[in-house]
């Protein structure tokens, strides 16, 4: 059990950092910029 909790806090802080690094993104083209849902939003550093 101690392994899958290890894991799942692995693949949750690697979720976490992806979606902060998201949040602080624009598109690279300017074509399309996706969505983000309103709690990914409150990750922006600005």
Known sequence: M???EMICRVVGKAANK??????NQT????LYQPK????VQ???KF
Request: a positive charge.
């Open 42 to 44: 409150k990750l922006k």
């Open 18 to 23: 992806t979606a902060k690094d998201s949040a």
């Open 2 to 4: 101690k392994i899958k």
């Open 36 to 39: 983000v849902p309103s709690k």
């Open 27 to 30: 598109c690279l083209w300017w």
